[in-house]
């Protein structure tokens, strides 16, 4: 039987049924030909019949070409019907945004802005993996043959003798070729359990690490909760820190914040970065354009959009500070400055500005006097005496009422400390300048593949701090206090105690005594359980090494060089 060829600019979309054919009663002729067409995607089905296979053909064509036709309309009405729910969607979106960001303050009031330790603490289970390989199977015994038939003439002739021959030898050869099958087996089995334990060593080392990680994290989370507790100002500025992260905001608001904590007065000063009014949700309504399938857009007006980023900012600011008082649960922060911040390009340099656009400071007296709940935030702001413009859009600054200055004049420039390729130069002669900035140096690589900084300070008014690095780490991470001590001498107690004031003054996390020599008993006792860390002069060439710098120590040869007793 013929064929009929099928011809469409969809074919993926096309079924065709096999060609049928009817014949006369006597089954000798050709009366008509069939054949059933599927337009999958429109869900269109015809039954096509003719007398001839060409004509059967043309038919088949016809149908195809004004399926064609119709699939060209169909996409054009599904594209029409997908942009305008597009189009819905987006419209629907955006003014579900704003209701969102209308709401910012009421949102942070039924949550409890505690924070909760716990959830700092990873308990994820090391899950480990199996050992991939399958333990070798054993072999099977060779089935025996079976004993040999001796007949009549085998005993009359000798042929018993050989086939007992026979039989023994092939019993002894599967004998031995079992043997050494399973020679090989315990060969292999023995290696493949000698590779699963080492295996589930390595993986039984991964746990305890795992593990151990995760202890140390924990104990660092109830050391910064404890301290936090007990008042240490660098734990009170990262609990803050923990709090103001956890706010969930949406995503246009974002989230960048930086604090200060004035010991003295118990006062908190949040500058805080608000979003540019261009960032909101300005959108009214969104159609779609079936000429040319894109989405256009007619925003809301210039006074909603002036009255909409006025509240967002309002809020953010009240919303702060309200996080801020309902997680200090033991009353540390007496009042909160907060200063919003605007960032943006001037089109006029090209450069980037900053600009205050609304402060204020409030006692926690003050502001738990409010029933947020019932407020509008604008008016409450100045109520509380807060100083902006009477309409922010426009991005004017205004004087902040109290602005903590966080450059701390101690800081100078640092500079490189050449040590040549050779590792020949003595760290416990260089000077003592040197090797400040050259501990500077080091530490800044240490810190600066998680975006830390430090910087080193004036030797004629460091207040005992040589280096301060900011290590932006939520949890172990902080103002990190950094003593550097040339010594050709063991360090005593009284150095460790002077950097402990210094950074408990300093209001630090931690402190880092780095030293060319070694500690005595009492200097290690009295760390011991203490935010600080001990680097002898071993430890200090190790640091060094990890980040490609090469030196020594020869602490008899220094003291020779500097024209120290050797008995000093």
Same mark, same amino acid.
């Given at each position: 039987?013929?064929?009929? $060829? ?31 067409? $599927? ?76 924070? !909760? ?52 030898? $092939? ?84 989230? @960048? ?49 002036? !009255? ?153 008014? !460091? ?34 105690? @002077? ?70």
């Amino acid at each position: 039987m013929s064929t009929i $060829t099928i011809q469409s600019n969809n074919l993926s979309n096309i079924r065709a049924g096999e060609l049928r054919a009817t014949y006369n009663a006597a089954g000798t002729r050709i009366l008509r030909y069939h054949i059933d067409l $599927t337009h999958k995607l429109m869900n269109l089905h015809k039954e096509i019949s003719a007398t001839e296979i060409e004509i059967l053909q043309q038919k088949v064509n016809i149908l195809l070409t004004d399926w064609d036709r119709r699939y060209a309309g169909f996409l054009l009405n599904n594209r029409k019907a997908n942009g305008k729910a597009l189009a819905d969607e987006a419209t629907i979106e955006a003014e579900s945004n704003r209701v969102r960001l209308r709401n910012l303050l009421k949102d942070t009031l039924s949550v409890d802005d505690a924070l !909760d330790w716990g959830r700092l603490k990873p308990r994820d289970r090391y899950l480990g993996q199996a050992f991939p390989k399958r333990a070798p199977s054993r072999p099977t015994s060779t089935s025996l043959p079976p004993q040999p038939k001796i007949t009549f003439i085998d005993k009359l002739f000798g042929g018993a003798k050989r086939k007992r021959e026979q039989h023994d030898n $092939t019993l002894r050869a599967i004998a031995e070729g079992d043997a050494a099958a399973d020679a090989r087996y315990e060969q292999a089995y023995t290696a493949w359990t000698a590779e699963k334990d080492s295996w589930d060593a390595a993986q039984e080392r991964n746990r305890a690490e795992h593990n151990s990680r995760q202890a140390t994290v924990h104990a660092e989370v109830d050391r910064l909760q404890a301290a936090w507790v007990s008042g240490e100002p660098s734990a009170i500025i990262e609990h803050a820190n923990l709090v103001l992260e956890a706010s969930k905001y949406p995503d246009v608001i974002p989230k @960048d914040f930086d604090i200060t904590w004035d010991v003295e007065r118990q006062l908190m000063l949040v500058d805080y970065s608000l979003p540019l009014p261009d960032a909101l949700p300005l959108a009214k309504t969104v159609r779609f354009n079936p000429a040319s399938g894109e989405l256009t857009e007619s925003k809301i007006s210039k006074t909603e959009a002036k !009255d909409l980023y006025d509240a967002v900012c309002y809020q953010i600011c009240l919303r702060t500070i309200h996080e801020l008082f309902e997680a200090d649960s033991h009353g540390h922060i007496k009042a909160v400055a907060f200063n919003g911040i605007a960032r943006s390009i001037d089109p006029a340099t090209g450069n980037e500005a900053e600009a205050v656009l609304m402060s204020i400071l409030v006692t926690r007296e003050q502001f738990l006097s409010i029933n947020l709940a019932n407020v509008d935030p604008k008016a409450c702001f100045k109520n509380l005496r807060g100083v902006s413009a009477a309409s922010l859009i426009g991005l004017a600054p205004v004087p902040p009422v109290i602005k903590m200055d966080k450059k701390d004049r101690r800081f100078i420039e640092g500079r490189q400390v050449d040590l040549g390729d050779e590792g020949a130069v003595n760290l416990a002669a260089i000077s003592w300048e040197d090797f400040e900035h050259l501990v500077r140096e080091l530490f800044e690589r240490e810190f600066s593949s998680r975006g830390g900084e430090v910087r080193v300070t004036q030797a004629s008014s !460091d207040g005992g701090v040589d280096a301060v690095a900011f290590d932006p780490d939520p949890i172990s991470g902080g103002k990190i206090v950094i003593q550097a001590k040339r010594y050709t001498r063991t360090v005593g107690v009284s150095a460790v105690r @002077d950097l402990y004031g210094t950074a408990q003054a300093e209001g630090a996390t931690k402190g880092i005594l780095v030293t060319t020599a070694d500690y005595g008993p009492d200097a290690y006792r009295f760390a011991q359980g203490k935010p600080i860390t001990l680097m002898t002069g071993a430890n200090l060439l190790h640091l060094l090494e990890k980040h490609g710098m090469r030196a020594k120590i020869d602490l008899a040869q220094a003291r020779k060089d500097l024209g120290l007793s050797s008995r000093m």
